[in-house]
């Protein structure tokens, strides 16, 4: 199933990439199901939306020993009921997993999925797809071990550069990561009170080769709804933007973003529920 939902959306991505001017996307970042009490309003809301397709920035599950909780779902229950809720809208669904997530539960949660013909398209550990003629490019999990207590999806150089080589004659791309790039100041998407800017500096030479000027990321809940520009400069929302680093959000917050593309720019506006 999921090849054959990959093969229309190439099918519809060629004969209408050359005609269409935007594509408009939802994307939920850290569901943390177990402890979401507002993820079906959360959906609920986004199912108002005309979405071409929603992205999942990883950290569906979550693991007491990253947020001090109790936790009393498997990891595989939290991944498969929350990309489960999240299929009902009818629209591809691209998953990523976070600092949170484990092979095995994540694998298992999507073979689950896929056996009952589910929209969901994974792109762990690296992927690569287009839309209606815009690229996107994501990288799974997180740079810092002591952060995955799994040790797993963890990236370094070589799955950069592997990503690198499969964006090589690709242009006007978005990268997708569960944590975002390093930025500057308290305006930062990575900004977290009496820390500071926590993100991985790899990321921001990873964009600059590879000429990407948009990201979307999750991870720090402190940030989250926040975007910068290139020159760190604050992008309110609504605002179209030659570069954008965006922190969607976490939807255990009750917060996700509405991300619309056009032509070498992207604007976004927040959405939130309580």
């Not at 095995?104 to 949660?109: D, I, M, N, R, S």
């Not at 999507?110 to 762990?124: C, E, G, H, P, V």
């Not at 305006?187 to 790899?202: A, C, F, H, M």
Request: proline fraction near 3%; charge should be negative; hydrophobic fraction near 40%.
């Amino acid at each position: 199933m999921k090849r054959i939902i990959l093969f229309i959306i190439f099918i519809v991505s060629f004969f209408c990439g050359c005609s269409a001017k935007e594509v408009t996307f939802g994307v939920i970042a850290d569901i943390h199901l177990e402890e979401n009490h507002v993820f079906d309003s959360l959906v609920s809301k986004l199912s108002e939306e005309d979405l071409d397709f929603i992205v999942v920035l990883g950290d569906m599950c979550t693991d007491a020993r990253l947020r001090n909780s109790t936790d009393n779902v498997d990891d595989q229950t939290e991944i498969y009921d929350s990309l489960s809720t999240l299929s009902s809208l009818s629209i591809p669904v691209y998953v990523i997993p976070g600092n949170h997530e484990e092979t095995l539960p994540y694998y298992h949660a999507l073979r689950d999925l896929y056996a009952q013909n589910s929209s969901i398209i994974d792109l762990s550990p690296l992927g690569y797809f287009e839309f209606f003629g815009f690229g996107f490019a994501a990288l799974g999990g997180y740079h810092d071990v002591r952060y995955a207590p799994g040790y797993d999806f963890i990236y370094g150089k070589n799955k950069l550069a592997t990503l690198s080589d499969m964006l090589h004659g690709k242009k006007d791309i978005v990268l997708f990561t569960h944590g975002p790039p390093l930025t500057e100041g308290s305006d930062g998407i990575d900004y977290v009170p009496g820390i500071g800017n926590v993100s991985d500096r790899q990321l921001n030479t990873f964009m600059e080769e590879n000429n990407i000027a948009f990201s979307i990321s999750g991870h720090i809940h402190e940030s989250g709804q926040d975007a910068v520009d290139n020159k760190n400069d604050i992008v309110p929302e609504d605002t179209w933007s030659e570069s954008m680093l965006l922190n969607a959000g976490a939807a255990i917050d009750g917060k996700a973003s509405i991300v619309t593309l056009r032509e070498g720019k992207m604007k976004y506006r927040s959405v939130l529920v309580r």
